[in-house]
T-cell receptor, first 111, second 113 residues
Framework: GNSVTQMEGPVTLSEEAFLTINCTYT??????LFWYVQYPGEGLQLLLK?????DKGSNKGFEATYRKETTSFHLEKGSVQVSDSAVYFC??????????FGTGTSLTVIP | EAQVTQNPRYLITVTGKKLTVTCSQN?????MSWYRQDPGLGLRQIYY???????DKGDVPEGYKVSRKEKRNFPLILESPSPNQTSLYFC????????????FGQGTRLTVV
């Protein structure tokens, strides 16, 4: 079946620290991969995406590379800010148009 | 402004009393979907629709109904709500081709007592 596994949180980092949130997936066919961010009291917002193997998605300093050989899509940022504090979700969309989400990773960045 | 609008944002109801959560999008998207978000479980897809009059079950469809009579609207219906349907619900829309990310509404927090 299809599923997404992401690292458990919560994650607490100091400002300007390096961030990695691990995400691995199981899927049949060739899914598209996404990272979404959710701020308190709000819906999910797309952070970045990749639609095929070796694609790198990037936005606002965040990056993730679609690795088919390791079935991974890890999120990274070189220097986090307090404003990056949020919950991050890894997700895949199958060729049959179903979405599967990870359980979310809460990030808190302290000054 | 492009958006997905859900109503109501908050709802408290009693077991067995039918309710509808509305969802509307103004982006002319073919694809619409409903999710529930529960602590420790992330988002789980309830139903999705590829276009008008076309709906499919997601991972957790039991106890829910949907309809897609117009392209912009995709209401979620709970015919006989139960306490285990207490959750945070999100509607989303998107295009069917690439790129195909989902655009989310603000969420509806439902409590069934």
């Amino acid at each position: 079946g299809n599923s997404v596994t992401q690292m458990e949180g919560p994650v607490t980092l100091s400002e300007e620290a390096f961030l990695t949130i691990n995400c691995t997936y199981t899927a049949t066919g060739y899914p598209s991969l996404f990272w979404y961010v959710q701020y308190p009291g709000e819906g999910l917002q797309l952070l970045l995406k990749a639609t095929k193997a070796d694609d790198k998605g990037s936005n606002k300093g965040f990056e993730a590379t679609y690795r088919k050989e390791t079935t991974s899509f890890h999120l990274e940022k070189g220097s986090v800010q307090v404003s990056d504090s949020a919950v991050y979700f890894c997700a895949l969309r199958t060729t049959g148009n179903q979405f599967y989400f990870g359980t979310g990773t809460s990030l808190t960045v302290i000054p | 402004e492009a958006q997905v609008t859900q109503n109501p944002r908050y709802l408290i109801t009693v077991t067995g009393k039918k309710l509808t959560v509305t969802c509307s999008q103004n982006m002319n998207h073919e694809y619409m979907s409903w999710y529930r978000q529960d602590p420790g479980l992330g988002l789980r897809q309830i139903y999705y629709s590829m276009n008008v009059e076309v709906t499919d079950k997601g991972d957790v469809p039991e106890g829910y109904k949907v309809s897609r009579k117009e392209k912009r609207n995709f209401p979620l219906i709970l015919e006989s709500p139960s306490p285990n349907q207490t959750s945070l619900y999100f509607c989303a829309s998107g295009v069917t081709g690439q790129p195909n990310e989902a655009f989310f509404g603000q969420g509806t927090r439902l409590t069934v007592v």
